[in-house]
């Protein structure tokens, strides 16, 4: 193996004439060969096995990230408000790449119509879709200190803490799991309390993890009586709670200076693009399928806010409404991801009170049933892609599917893409079949047909329900309410149409009653006729179904940030944030070896080629170690670092070291340049691009 050392020792004076002694004498070896006989704990070890061989401690992870800025608590200063966060530098840039590469990889790739929304919403609008009234989690009240709960989570927590007394109590678990020093938990108004090791029957065991297995199918009444039944009380007091009642989760506000147009800020960015639906559809030509896409803030007044990001009270969102014939959702591309194989939690093995995962491809997923239709796993599909390509572990990843009893009563089916972290499993993307619900309700509600019209290759015989109106009648008895009776009439669907004709027939009269309208309205056969007749029909005219893919983006950035974070073994206060160069807050770090004015020309020259490539960069020059600037970067995530020395003045050659590896090469300027944008940006791997080399090693680490 060829190889040769180069030893270097250099002195110089600053301007102030203080002499410096910068260098030490440094070893540099240089070879042609990617064999090394090096003694670092990085050629002793897999990379895989360096991330594990320190155990996860979230207190370091939260510390990292509020100390380097990534996010804080909003209005710390005053306090701050629970459920409020604001995003420094680092979480921007990562928020902001995240987001880029969501788009990317749904609104381009997919062919998407973006649109940005009001976050104000009118009641109206709320109030149909059904927000107003069903938008709603469950809360417990302690009567005697006022204190609220979430009902499930709370049910969730004890059962869980007395699992762990148990487990203890049993000897199988020594620090029961770390709970008691976890800092979340104890800032949670202490609604668990230290846990006891207390044993358990076996059959209670069982039945405590069949309730938690199936936690979030309970209603309100439901979790009252598992409250009762546990003898579950305010941990922090033992006082009794009062049953479980409904609190609406939006925030309610008034639009314009008389306080009298009620609104809301908006739960979920979809209300806006369904009732943009017929603009979208006129933008597109007419064709279905097509989606719509929508990134931006929403809002839920949380109960109880915790756990950081993953529950908060202002978030960002990502949703796709993707609209398709309800009679064909099949997918052009489903075969491009058919083999694709995921991890599973259908709700058959929930209901059982099992969470035993079910590995399958997603084409047999679909052709068994499980999952209602290829579009719906086609979208599961890719959501499990932009999941990999934006660094969230496979191995933390599942597909849960809702219950029954916790399914929207329109939903065909809803998969939910949960992501482990030490706050359990947190669901973060959901993906569900909506039917044309949404359409429906606010095309009854205005007036305003939100439908698809396509011309028959045939002509088809169609046997349906009309209304006819003697509307000369309509005037002298209803006066001014007579539009409103006439557009509840011509708004009636055929299932209701056949309905009333069956109330006429019996009765020779319908009773309805229509909002906004005192007492009970009636009308015979003089008012209204209703037939079943045969038309011919050469257009086709559907509303169309809803397939929704929801991403909360704050919730899949902590995820990251958990699944990214390790510490190097040969010192745990080293941590790293593991992120994939596309979505880490800056690429590049360039680090002079020190103030020596000779390195200025070269920082700048490298400056100005990384900004005309539009690659984020930072440099720093400080007095530290170099060990201590890659560190302190490493922090950040940044994937990449450019050592600039006295050779690069000589010959224009750099060094570049990876981030994880902590392994460096040398090359020109334009090679290691090269390399970052390939592997940044062009989906190259470091052992691609930098194959042709030479390796570096250096004992500064």
């Not at 991403?551 to 902590?558: E, L, N, P």
């Not at 922090?635 to 570049?656: A, M, N, Y």
């Amino acid at each position: 193996m060829l190889q040769f050392k180069k030893f270097a020792q250099k002195r110089f004076l600053t301007k102030t004439g203080f002499e410096f002694n910068f260098l030490k004498t440094r070893k540099n070896l240089y070879t042609t060969t990617t064999t090394t006989t090096t003694t670092k704990i990085n050629t002793m070890a897999s990379l895989e096995e360096q991330k594990k061989a320190v155990e996860f401690n979230r207190e370091s992870l939260e510390s990292t990230l509020k100390r380097r800025f990534f996010y804080a608590p909003a209005f710390e200063l005053y306090g701050g408000v629970s459920g409020l966060f604001d995003y420094g530098p680092a979480g921007c840039a990562f928020q902001a790449n995240v987001v880029d590469q969501w788009r990317k990889h749904f609104i381009l790739e997919e062919d998407m119509l973006e649109v940005d929304c009001t976050m104000l919403t009118p009641y109206e609008v709320l109030k149909t879709s059904g927000h107003v009234d069903k938008f709603s989690d469950w809360m417990s009240k302690d009567p005697k200190t006022g204190e609220i709960f979430r009902a499930d989570h709370l049910v969730e927590e004890v059962l869980e803490s007395r699992l762990k007394g148990d487990k203890q109590a049993r000897g199988l678990g020594s620090e029961i799991d770390g709970v008691e020093e976890d800092a979340d938990k104890k800032k949670r108004k202490k609604k668990v309390k230290q846990i006891t090791a207390v044993k358990l029957d076996d059959e209670l065991v069982k039945e405590y993890e069949t309730v938690l297995a199936k936690i979030d199918g309970y209603s309100g009444e439901e979790l009252g009586e598992l409250i009762e039944k546990y003898q579950i009380k305010n941990p922090g007091n033992g006082n009794d709670l009062e049953p479980p009642r409904a609190f609406n989760l939006m925030f309610e506000t008034a639009i314009g200076p008389s306080g009298q147009y009620k609104g809301y800020l908006r739960p979920e960015t979809a209300q806006g693009q369904f009732l943009n639906f017929n603009k979208l559809l006129d933008f597109n030509n007419n064709k279905i399928p097509f989606a719509s896409a929508s990134i931006g803030k929403s809002f839920r007044n949380e109960i109880s806010p915790r756990a950081g990001l993953l529950r908060v009270r202002e978030f960002l969102m990502a949703e796709i409404e993707h609209f398709v014939d309800p009679e064909d959702k099949s997918h052009s591309k489903f075969d491009e991801v058919k083999d694709i194989k995921l991890k599973f939690l259908p709700k058959n093995v929930q209901e059982a009170g099992s969470t035993k995962l079910q590995e399958l491809s997603v084409g047999d997923a679909v052709s068994s049933g499980m999952v209602d239709n290829q579009t719906l796993g086609y979208f599961i599909a890719r959501i499990y892609l932009f999941l990999m390509k934006i660094g969230v572990d496979p191995n933390r990843l599942r597909f849960r599917q809702h219950m029954s009893n916790e399914m929207a009563h329109y939903a065909c089916d809803c998969w939910d893409a949960e992501l482990q972290t030490s706050y359990g499993w947190i669901e973060c993307v959901g993906c569900a079949d909506r039917s044309a619900y949404d359409l429906t309700v606010h095309s009854k509600k205005t007036g305003e047909k939100l439908v698809v019209r396509q011309k028959l290759d045939t002509p088809k015989e169609v046997v349906q329900w009309e209304l006819s109106l003697t509307k000369k009648l309509f005037g002298p008895k209803f006066r001014k309410d007579a539009p409103l009776v006439e557009k509840y009439l011509t708004n009636l669907s055929q299932e209701e149409l056949e309905s009333k004709a069956k109330e006429m027939g019996d009765n020779g009269k319908i009773v309805f009653q229509i909002d906004g309208m005192q007492g009970d309205i009636e009308l015979d056969e003089k008012f209204i006729k209703i037939e079943n007749v045969k038309r011919i029909h050469h257009v086709r005219e559907f509303t169309p179904s809803v397939i929704e893919p929801s991403f909360g983006i704050g919730r899949i950035i902590y995820a990251v940030f958990e699944h990214s974070f390790w510490a190097r073994p040969e010192d745990s206060a080293r941590t790293v944030m593991s992120f994939k160069p596309t979505v880490a807050p800056s690429k590049v770090l360039l680090v002079p070896l020190s103030n020596n004015k000779e390195f200025e020309p070269i920082i700048a020259k490298i400056s100005k080629t990384l900004k005309k490539e539009q690659i984020p960069f930072k440099v720093d020059d400080s007095g530290v170690s170099i060990g201590k600037r890659y560190a302190r970067n490493d922090e950040l995530g940044t994937p990449f670092g450019i050592t600039i020395d006295f050779d690069s003045v000589k010959d224009d050659s750099v060094t570049l070291r990876e981030r994880d590896s902590t392994k460096q090469v040398r090359g020109s300027i334009e090679q290691i340049l090269r390399a970052i944008k390939e592997i940044t940006y062009e989906g190259s791997t470091w052992e691609k691009s930098t194959s042709e080399l030479p390796e570096f090693v250096s004992q500064s680490e």
